[in-house]
Structure formats: structure tokens, C-alpha cells
């Protein structure tokens, strides 16, 4: 009986210590420095952030997605999902604890796929919190279907030349080096004429012309950039993982990438449930309590029943990628929490809003930043329509149709073989009555 809800006591002690950590040391960071955890590290941010940074790996929880070899510790996901639900309640503390997207997906595909050469220029940096790094791949015209990618490199000698529009580059003003995706053969299907190339951002012809803002962000100071790649001149070993191989490492990117975000969006939707419940219990109207009127006790249940159902959800595809340990394997999974994850956001968030009346829509409250955030998890790494598209092929593949007119369940049929082989019984019903 191997089926297990608890953790470990000694781990549990792991996970009370991070989380004293992030609500007292980490949080206030999301304060006086908003939004400027992927600025590299300068004067007085450096001496404030190193010795939490250095705290963090005294007690052995930095880069924990990864392996011993790489520098992490090699918990696994499931164990990382019981710390990064931890860590969603904080913008930096992805970045404290060196396991922020999108560089953990970045540093996992070099890990995978790089030559040495590429790890030791790249990887090792990455790991080691000291630059950022962003995946180049969405286009101007196309995003949810790679196949309508243009942006193209082609040989020049022992060269390669890049031209094109890359959109939605998260982080590539920050970043020191851009995973770019790019055909590098017209003439066949898509999936084998695409390449990536590692390319460091001060490569001549790198030219951001835009960072686009979310909403309530000011023009020009966003992090989604929308670059132009014109003439980038890269030698051959800036290929990663071969010619042809791109979206099978998009592939390995993504999977990791999705149920990361899903682990600290728990944390986030909870950081609102709790919210919700302390003014519910403080505010009181019409001469009771808000958390005694059944609207506000709906809310209340539903959100902890939402976020009860996406936790589970979230721990179980953790714990089949450790034991598969393939992403492929996972996928129907991985699709069907990266489809609920905007929902559950959205929804916890929404309600604690509206239960904190005028004060909840303002900028002294992170209710709506919650609310754009669960719109961004609906579009990132893939809109929701795309993830259920997935997760109902994959579901279709463990079934099969029926030549029959009539459904396999028709009651009819089911009831007259039911009869047939009971019918002894039924005669002696019939017989006593
Ligand atoms: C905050 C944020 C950060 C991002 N960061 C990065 C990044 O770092 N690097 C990067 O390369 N990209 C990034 N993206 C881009 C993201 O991957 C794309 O937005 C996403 O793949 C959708 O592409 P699109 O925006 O071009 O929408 P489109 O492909 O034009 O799709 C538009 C809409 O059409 C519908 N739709 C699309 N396909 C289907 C379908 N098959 N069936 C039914 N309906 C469909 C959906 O409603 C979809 O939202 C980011 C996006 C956001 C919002």
C-alpha cells in the first residue's frame, strides 16, 4: 500500500524553515525592489540579496531541480513542489532559492542537450545565480503553432546567419544569452527543420526594438521583448542539441517549465485564500461577521475546495515524473494542471478581491496583479485551448470506438444480459410473488 499523503518529518522541518524564511527575509524584497528580480545584481541590491542567497545554499536548498552533478540536490519534483508552492508567494524568492523560470527550463535543456563547452560557458554561470538567460521562440505571427515559424539560419561557411522577428522574449534585456528557435531546413516537415541556438545578447544584429509591459506597466519598461535578429553571425557550436532537434528540446523546456509554474501558483492561490478568510473574519456588515454570510461562506468553500483539487492534482504529476522520469510519459497530466492552473488562480483571487470591497481592486492590494498573472498562465508556455487539445488526444488514445449502432453502456442490452445470467434467481422472484 504504497499510496502516501504526508512528508517526511525531517523534510517537513525543511520546508517550516523556508517558509519562515520567505515571509520574513524574502517578501520584503517584493517591496522595495518590485519587479527587479531579473536586473543582474548591483551596489546595494547585491549586498542585500547575496547572504540570503548564501543562507539559502547553507542549508542545502539552492537549484533543487537539479541534480548533484549540476550543483542541486536533486530532490525530485515532488519534493520541489512542496518547496516551490512555498516560494510562490514571492516574486524573488524563485530567484533566492536559484530556481526562477524561465531560466530553470533553460538550464535544464543545456543541461540535457549541451556540449561541455556550451555548459561550462552557459550552464554553470546559470546555475550559479550570476546571469539570466531567456527563450527566444514565440513570433510576431505565430505562437501556439510552431510549425508557422519563420525566423530562419542559414550556412555561411562555418557560420551561421539568423534573420527574423522573434515576440514575447521574457527577460531578454536582462538576459546575457537567448535560446533562439529557428528553421534551419525549409524543405522538410517542421519538426525535424528546426533548430536552437544559444546567442549571446551583445551578438551585432541582436536588436530589441520594443520590451513590452504587461498591463499596468509603463511603455517600454516591460520584459517581453520583441527582437530582430538581423544578420546574427553565430559559429556552429552555438547549435544546441544538433540540427533539426528543436522541438523535441522544446518538448523537454516545456514539460518542466509548466509543472514549475503550477507548484508556486499553489502557493499564490493559497497566499489569497488566507487573505480571504482574515478579512471574512475582521469585517463586519449588516450585523454579522462577513464570514458568516453563505455568499462569503461559498467563496470560502469553493476556493478551498479548487485549490485542494489542483494541489493534488499538482503533487500527483510531480511524483509520476519522478517515477517515470519522462516528461513524454506525463504529458496528459502535465497538459491537464497547466489547463486548470489560470482557472484556480483566477477564481481564488477574484473572490478574495471582491470580498475586500474597494480596498481589493487597488494597488494596495496584489489581488489584481493575481488576477493578470492567471491570464498570463492561460497564454504562456501555450494558450489553454492548446493544452486541452492535448490532454483529450491523449485521453482518446486509451479508448476505443464501437461498431455497434448502440453505445457499449446501452442499458437496454446490458439489462437483458444481466437478466439472462440471473435468471434463475429472477424466476424464483417471480415464483414467490
Ligand atoms: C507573460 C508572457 C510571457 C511569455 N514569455 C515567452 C518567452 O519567454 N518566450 C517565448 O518564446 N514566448 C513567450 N510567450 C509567448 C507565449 O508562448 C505565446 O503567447 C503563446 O504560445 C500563444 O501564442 P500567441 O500569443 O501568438 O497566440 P496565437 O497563437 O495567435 O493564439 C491566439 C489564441 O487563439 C486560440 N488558439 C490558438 N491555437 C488554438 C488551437 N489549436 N485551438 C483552439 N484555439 C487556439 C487561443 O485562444 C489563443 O490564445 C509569453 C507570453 C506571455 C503572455
Redesign the pocket.
Known amino acids: 500500500m504504497a499510496w502516501d499523503f504526508e512528508t517526511d518529518p525531517e523534510y517537513q522541518k525543511v520546508l517550516d524553515w523556508a517558509d519562515e524564511f520567505v515571509r520574513d527575509q524574502v517578501e520584503p524584497l517584493d517591496l522595495v525592489w518590485p519587479h527587479q528580480q531579473f536586473t543582474p545584481l548591483t551596489g546595494k541590491r547585491r549586498e542585500a540579496v547575496d547572504p540570503l542567497k548564501d543562507e539559502v545554499r547553507r542549508q542545502g536548498l539552492w537549484a533543487t531541480h537539479l541534480g548533484p552533478e549540476l550543483g542541486g540536490q536533486g530532490y525530485g519534483q515532488l519534493k520541489l513542489a512542496l518547496l516551490n508552492e512555498i516560494l510562490g508567494r514571492s516574486q524573488w524568492a524563485p530567484i533566492i532559492f536559484g530556481c526562477q523560470a ?1 531560466d530553470t527550463g533553460n538550464a535544464e535543456i543545456i543541461a540535457h542537450y549541451g556540449t561541455q563547452e556550451q555548459k561550462d560557458r552557459y550552464l554553470r554561470p546559470l546555475l550559479d545565480g550570476e546571469l539570466f538567460s ?5 513570433e510576431p505571427h ?4 510552431p510549425t508557422l515559424f519563420t525566423t530562419r539560419a542559414v550556412r555561411d561557411g562555418d557560420d551561421w546567419v539568423i534573420n527574423g522577428w ?1 515576440f ?3 527577460n531578454a534585456k536582462t538576459a546575457s544569452f537567448l535560446i533562439v528557435m529557428v528553421v534551419t531546413n525549409p524543405d522538410v516537415s517542421a519538426y525535424q527543420g528546426m533548430s536552437m541556438f544559444l546567442v549571446p545578447t551583445d551578438t551585432p544584429g541582436v536588436k530589441i526594438v520594443r520590451n513590452v509591459g ?1 498591463h499596468g506597466e509603463r511603455d517600454n519598461e516591460g520584459s ?1 521583448a520583441l527582437i530582430h535578429y538581423d544578420n546574427v553571425r553565430v559559429p556552429d557550436e552555438a547549435l544546441l542539441g544538433g540540427e533539426g532537434k528543436a522541438f523535441v528540446i522544446a518538448q523537454t523546456r516545456l514539460g518542466g517549465g509548466r509543472i514549475h509554474h503550477a507548484m508556486r501558483t499553489i502557493g499564490l492561490a493559497r497566499k489569497a485564500l488566507d487573505m480571504m478568510c482574515e478579512r471574512a473574519l475582521s469585517r463586519e456588515t449588516q450585523g454579522s461577521k462577513l464570514a458568516d454570510k453563505q455568499f462569503v461562506q461559498g467563496y470560502i468553500a469553493d476556493s478551498y475546495a479548487q485549490l485542494l483539487q489542483f494541489r493534488l492534482m499538482v503533487l500527483y504529476t510531480a511524483w509520476e515524473i519522478d517515477r517515470y522520469n519522462d516528461y513524454k510519459l506525463v504529458r496528459k497530466d502535465i497538459a491537464a494542471v497547466k489547463v486548470v492552473m489560470p482557472t484556480v488562480l483566477h477564481d481564488i483571487a477574484w473572490r478574495a478581491m471582491q470580498i475586500h470591497g474597494a480596498l481589493g481592486v487597488t494597488n494596495e492590494m496584489p489581488f489584481l496583479g493575481m488576477v493578470t498573472g492567471a491570464a ?1 498562465m492561460g ?5 489553454t ?2 493544452h486541452k ?1 492535448t490532454v483529450a488526444r491523449q485521453v482518446l488514445r486509451d479508448h476505443r470506438p464501437t461498431d455497434d449502432t448502440w453505445p457499449t453502456e446501452w442499458i437496454p442490452r446490458k439489462r437483458e444480459a444481466a437478466r439472462a445470467r440471473f435468471a434463475d434467481y429472477l424466476e424464483a422472484e417471480v415464483g414467490n410473488q
Open positions: 524561465p531567456c527563450y527566444s521562440m514565440t505565430a505562437g501556439a503553432d522573434k514575447f522574449s521574457s504587461l517581453h498570463v497564454l504562456a508556455d501555450g494558450p485551448e492548446v487539445t
